[in-house]
């Protein structure tokens, strides 16, 4: 069986709110899925009710064949939630312990503490005192104690110095290569360019694109020529020119997207508009993003 992960059809209603709204995917042995979305897009919703912590108001959700909340499920499972909570009046090596004494078939200590980079320092020290940063390593150290098939972190790298991001996703390339299947949220959308096979982009609780990073750069087929010029210049000829798709302001600068590059510099140098600092850039996965989550809502 190769399908690790389904989600069929999936929604969840609080009183006053669809925080996800008839969600459908699958996901393989080994894939890499980074979700991304904005604030309150649903993301810590569907990945609570992946996690069996949350009830799907309807619909369905298999791992491995199984409801949530089964032992065979937990015990392929590694997680690593948004909110980070440790146990307090232990040292950090007793948790490891004693949560490695849970698994059937647990990571070796040693590779445990070399996959998340905890130190021995770290190891002797209480939870309750250890910083923020180093909470979310003992978190880490936690989610791969069981030696788990399916890893699912919900913003692991948030609060994580530059050295700690560094390793994290070194730590997470190793698991990929291992044939681990990964799932996780993250704002950093570089994270999810770089670490992710695929991406799946959530808005007001539902799914607007699925693919590899690549295709969805592509899927806006655009790139962008900015410029900055006087605030007085009058840009009614370029709105006008229809090689250009959109055209906006951003911090000093004017954004003319467009499919055709050459024939809109063209127009910019004809139509002596004064352009200066002119840059070209093909589609950026931030440029998809805000494309794809930025389109006004129908109505409800
Ligand atoms: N327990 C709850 N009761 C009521 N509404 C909730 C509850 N949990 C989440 N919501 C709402 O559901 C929506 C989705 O929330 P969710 O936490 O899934 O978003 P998110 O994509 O994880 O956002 P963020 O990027 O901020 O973490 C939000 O509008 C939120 O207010
Ligand atoms: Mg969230």
Redesign the pocket.
């Given at each position: 069986m190769n399908e690790v992960l389904t989600v069929k059809n999936v929604t969840?209603s609080?009183?006053?709110?669809t925080?996800?709204n008839n969600v459908s995917f699958s996901i393989n042995k080994g894939e890499v899925t980074a979700i991304l979305?904005?604030?309150?897009?649903?993301?810590?919703?569907?990945?609570?009710m992946i996690l069996g912590l949350l009830k799907p108001t309807t619909g369905e959700i298999r791992l491995f064949n199984r409801l949530p909340y089964e032992k065979q499920v937990r015990e392929k499972l590694g997680t690593m939630l948004?909110e980070v909570s440790v146990m307090g009046g232990l040292k950090v090596r007793e948790i490891l312990a004693l949560i490695r004494s849970y698994y059937p078939d647990p990571l070796p200590m040693e590779d445990l503490i070399r996959l998340t980079g905890l130190t021995e320092q770290d190891l002797k020290t209480r939870a309750e005192k250890l910083s923020g940063g180093q909470k979310r390593r003992l978190s880490f150290a936690l989610a791969l104690a069981g030696n788990p098939e399916l890893i699912i972190f919900?913003?692991p790298t948030v609060g994580m110095d530059i050295t700690a991001r560094k390793k994290f996703w070194e730590t997470v390339r190793q698991l990929a290569y291992q044939g681990k299947t990964i799932i996780f949220?993250t704002?950093y959308l570089q994270e999810a360019d770089e670490a992710a096979g695929r991406i799946l982009l959530?808005k007001d609780?539902a799914i607007v694109a699925d693919g590899t990073p690549e295709q969805i750069k592509a899927s806006i087929n655009k790139s962008s020529i900015s410029f900055i010029t006087d605030p007085e210049t009058s840009l009614e000829k370029l709105y006008q020119y229809n090689e250009i798709d959109r055209i906006y302001r951003k911090n000093n600068r004017v954004y003319a997207e467009t499919a055709n590059t050459d024939r809109v510099l063209e127009f910019i140098f004809q139509e002596k508009i004064g352009a200066r600092d002119i840059q070209i850039e093909r589609g950026r996965l931030e440029e998809a993003f805000e494309q794809l989550t930025s389109e006004t809502k129908g109505a409800i």
């Open positions: 969840k609080f009183q006053h709110k925080a996800v979305g904005p604030n309150g897009a649903g993301k810590t919703t569907t990945i609570s948004q919900d913003e949220s704002h959530f609780g």
